[in-house]
């Protein structure tokens, strides 16, 4: 049975940081690239980042560049969000989604995606 299990949200000052995690089961996660998502109340899901599947290539969204890294391992069969310097507006509950496909530019279409986790709540407040 295929799982992702999303973990590591909290509450955090603006500023602050948080590492998610997304951890695989059911499938080898070495041949899926992997991508975050985020839907903020009131708001669409918007993608935040995708990474293939050995690392070559890593996509994100313009509001958190050089601000969050996605990294993964596969022999740990999890794939990671640094969040650093968060502000207000990173506010959401965040998905880890498992492509169909591959990191490319439509990376951040969500039709591309067959499996998500269960979402974790990400608050930045003072």
């Known amino acids: 049975q295929v799982q992702l299990v999303d973990s590591g949200g909290g509450l955090v000052q603006p500023g602050g940081s948080l590492r998610l995690s997304c951890a695989a089961s059911?499938?080898?996660?070495?041949?899926?690239?992997i991508s975050w998502f985020r839907q903020a109340p009131g708001k669409e899901r918007e993608g935040v980042s995708c990474?293939?599947?050995?690392?070559?290539?890593?996509y994100y969204a313009d509001s958190v560049k050089g601000r969050f890294t996605i990294s993964r391992d596969n022999a740990k069969n999890t794939v990671y969000l640094q969040m650093n310097s968060l502000k207000p507006g990173d506010t959401a509950v965040y998905y880890c989604?498992?492509?169909?496909?591959?990191?490319?530019?439509?990376?951040?279409?969500?039709?591309?995606?067959?499996?998500w986790g269960q979402g974790t709540q990400v608050t930045i407040s003072s």
């Open positions: 989604a498992r492509t169909i496909s591959y990191c490319g530019e439509d990376w951040s279409d969500s039709s591309n995606y067959d499996h």
């Open positions: 059911g499938f080898t996660l070495a041949r899926h690239a």
């Open positions: 990474i293939s599947t050995s690392e070559d290539f890593t």
